[in-house]
C-alpha cells in the first residue's frame, strides 16, 4: 500500500451563538472561552500527531469549528508557529481558515494572511437578511460582502463562500438569488450545499415550517448549476465549485482517502502504513479535551468492509470519479475486490467505469448518491 498525501486538521470549538441547524462539535462561549489554555492544549496535542506523522509532509492544514476567527491573528499565529515547528510543510501549503462574517474585524484578515492562512472559508449561508436571522446567523448580508473585501484588501484572493439552498420558504427565485450575490463576489470557490435536518440539532426537533419538497429542491440544484456554470464555476464535487482550477486541496485529501492528522475537542484523525488504515478521535468535550490532551487515544484499525465503504463514500461525491489505482495504492485492495464491491451499483446504473480504469457516478448515481453509497455497505 502507497502512503497517500497527509493533511492536519485543528478543531477549534467555540462560536458566539450555536445555529440550530448545526451538527458540528461546537459550543457556545464568546469572550469567556478560556483560549490561552485551549492553545497550549493544541500545542500538546501537536507533540503526538507529529509523532504519528513522523517523516512525512503536510500538503494541508484545515483550522475548522466552531469559529476559528474568534481567536485573533495572534493566537492563530502561535498555533502556526507551533505547526511549523513540529512538521515539514510543503512549498505550495495551502492553510485555510473557516471565518464567520460576523466576527472577522476590520484590518483582522491581514494579521491572519501574517499568521500564515492563505485561503479564506467564509460562511456566509445566504444573502438574505431575512433567511439568515430564520438561520441563527449573527451576521447580516453586508458584513459578508465586507468580510470578502476585506479578505482581498489583505492579500487573501483564494476565498471559499459557504452558501446553503433548500431553506424555509425557498423558492428557486430565491434560491438563485443567494446563489448570484456569491457569485458577483467572484469568490475563487464556491460551496453550495442543501440544508439537512441533522440529529441532535434544534431544526432537527423542530423542523422549520415551508422546507422545499424534493422536486423543488431538485429545480433548485437545476437551476443553480446552470448559474454557475455560466459564470465559470466547474463542479468537482457534489457541493463544490471552483474557479481556474482552485479546487480545495485539504478536502480534495478527504475525498480521495488520503491522510489527515486531528488536532483539538473531537477531531477525527486517520494515518496508513505500509499495511494498515487506522482512524481514531479526540474527545469532544472541550473541558474533558483539555484535561486529557497527554493522554493517548484509542486507534482503531479498519477492517476490509470498512475501507471499501469508507473510500467510496468519500470518492463517490467526485464528479470525475476516481482512477481504480488510487483505490488499489490507498486501501490495499484489489481491483476484483473493487468489481467485486460495484457489482450491483453497475447493474443499477448508478455507477461505471471506463477502458482507462476510471470509475465515476453516472447522472442517476449522482441524483441518487445516497443509495449508491449504501450499496457499498458490506456484511461483516
Avoid at 499565529?77 to 464567520?100: H, K, Q, Y
Wanted: proline share 5%; net charge negative; aromatic share 8%.
Amino acid at each position: 500500500m502507497t502512503l497517500p498525501p497527509l493533511s492536519l486538521y485543528v478543531h477549534l470549538p467555540w462560536c458566539v451563538r450555536k445555529c440550530p441547524y448545526c451538527d458540528f462539535n461546537s459550543h457556545t462561549a464568546g469572550d469567556n472561552a478560556p483560549k490561552t489554555r485551549y492553545l497550549d492544549a493544541l500545542l500538546a496535542d501537536l507533540d503526538g500527531e507529529a509523532e504519528r506523522g513522523a517523516g512525512r509532509q503536510l500538503v494541508s492544514i484545515f483550522l475548522g469549528g466552531g469559529t476559528p476567527s474568534l481567536f485573533s491573528p495572534e493566537e492563530i499565529g502561535r498555533l502556526l508557529d507551533g505547526v511549523r515547528a513540529r512538521f515539514e510543510l510543503c512549498d505550495d501549503i495551502e492553510i485555510t481558515m473557516e471565518a464567520n462574517p460576523g466576527t472577522v474585524e476590520c484590518g483582522a484578515p491581514a494579521g491572519y494572511r501574517d499568521a500564515g492562512v492563505n485561503r479564506l472559508s467564509i460562511g456566509a449561508q445566504s444573502f438574505d437578511d431575512t433567511m439568515l436571522q430564520a438561520l441563527g446567523r449573527i451576521h447580516s448580508s453586508a458584513d459578508i460582502r465586507r468580510a470578502v473585501a476585506e479578505a482581498r484588501a489583505a492579500g487573501i484572493d483564494n476565498i471559499n463562500i459557504d452558501v446553503m439552498h433548500g431553506l424555509p420558504g425557498q423558492n428557486v427565485e430565491r434560491a438563485i438569488a443567494d446563489l448570484t450575490a456569491a457569485a458577483e463576489l467572484q469568490p475563487a470557490h464556491i460551496s453550495w450545499y442543501q440544508l439537512t435536518l441533522e440529529p441532535n440539532t434544534v431544526f432537527y426537533a423542530r423542523p422549520p415550517a415551508n422546507l422545499p419538497d424534493d422536486e423543488l429542491a431538485w429545480s433548485i440544484q437545476d437551476a443553480g448549476l446552470a448559474l454557475l456554470a455560466a459564470d465559470g464555476y466547474e463542479q468537482y464535487e457534489v457541493s463544490a465549485y471552483a474557479r481556474d482550477g482552485r479546487r480545495c486541496s485539504h478536502n480534495l485529501n478527504y475525498w480521495l482517502f488520503g491522510d489527515y492528522l486531528a488536532a483539538g475537542a473531537g477531531a477525527h484523525g486517520k494515518i496508513s502504513d505500509a499495511e494498515s488504515v487506522y482512524r481514531y478521535q479526540k474527545p469532544a468535550n472541550p473541558l474533558q479535551y483539555m484535561n486529557n490532551v497527554a493522554q493517548p487515544v484509542d486507534v482503531a484499525r479498519l477492517r476490509k468492509q470498512d475501507l471499501v465503504f469508507e473510500f467510496m463514500l468519500n470518492a463517490l461525491r467526485l464528479t470525475e470519479g476516481f482512477a481504480e489505482t488510487e483505490f488499489c495504492s490507498r486501501t490495499g485492495l484489489s481491483p476484483s475486490d473493487l468489481a467485486a464491491a460495484a457489482a450491483a451499483a453497475l447493474s443499477r446504473g448508478l455507477m461505471q467505469r471506463d477502458d482507462a480504469g476510471i470509475w465515476c457516478p453516472t447522472a442517476l448515481g449522482r441524483r441518487f448518491l445516497n443509495d449508491l453509497q449504501a450499496e457499498f455497505l458490506l456484511e461483516a
